[in-house]
């Protein structure tokens, strides 16, 4: 069998299995398994497959039909322009996060700071952030053991074991220490709405980072909380928040020593990150 056709045939496969990215799935997962660049298979349609691509690449097949999401087929996913490890214990690093990270590293451009990164999960954001601050230095904390694991490989791959510290840790166990900023893409999707994602989500992401509570907010209520304590005074606090949560989450903020700094909007135009200051 040719390589054309073994991309056509996994193509038409995911189709039927209502997979929407079809025949690009089709190419990087045939690409993994041949261990080539993708844009490498496409100059080659006519090559032959061996017996063990086919077998191999059929699994990948049926496990992406299944709706599991191609990052933890793959077991890594881009972010920042860099390749992050990733398994079925960490939430899939998003394009939309960038942003926030984008917007910290300009603010903080050439400073020398202490960041907490709560419920770090990759590692992604702290890790992405340093990468560009090369002065400053960081602790990311989760409750999840296996996610600690996994960010911790993510900074020996991106070298920075000596700014990225990584601890499994709640943020109500962080006691005695001062940051000048802490990050957070905290759980913020409702409990009952969690039933209404994609299978590729609510099927195979841990729910531990998806379930914000009954209104969403848990997670971020306590975050705010627990910020006051361990932010030094006009310290820096950046949220990821979900779709239509800005007013009610500006209003925790305001009502918590907190002023609105910047708002950072995805690319529908949605806010998703407010950043805003301790004040005293």
Known sequence: MEILDLINSGSS????????????DSEILLAKIMKKQREELLINLNQKAT???????????????SREPIAYILREKEFWSKIFLVDKNTL????????????ITGIFKNKNIQILDIGTGTGCILISILSELKQSKGVGIDISQKAIRIAIKNSIKHKLIDQAKFYKRSFSQVYGLKFDLIV????????????NLDD?????????????????????K???????????????????????????????????????????????????????????
């Open 13 to 24: 496969q995911l189709k039927k299995n209502g997979i929407n990215t079809h025949r690009l």
């Open 51 to 65: 017996l063990q691509t086919i077998k191999g690449f059929k699994k990948l097949i049926d496990r992406r039909s």
């Open 92 to 103: 899939i690093p998003r394009p939309e996060t960038e942003l926030m990270v984008e917007k």
């Open 184 to 195: 957070s893409n905290p759980p913020y999707i409702k409990k009952k709405d969690i039933k």
């Open 200 to 220: 590729d989500i609510k099927k195979f992401e841990p729910k531990l980072a998806l379930d914000g509570g009954n209104d969403g907010l848990d997670v971020i």
């Open 222 to 280: 306590k975050v705010i909380y627990k910020s006051k304590s361990i932010l030094k005074f006009n310290g820096m606090l950046a949220l990821e928040i979900g779709n239509e949560q800005y007013k009610k989450v500006s209003k925790i903020l305001g009502n918590n020593s907190f002023k609105t700094r910047f708002l950072v909007k995805d690319y529908k135009n949605n806010v998703r990150c407010i950043l805003s200051i301790l004040k005293n």
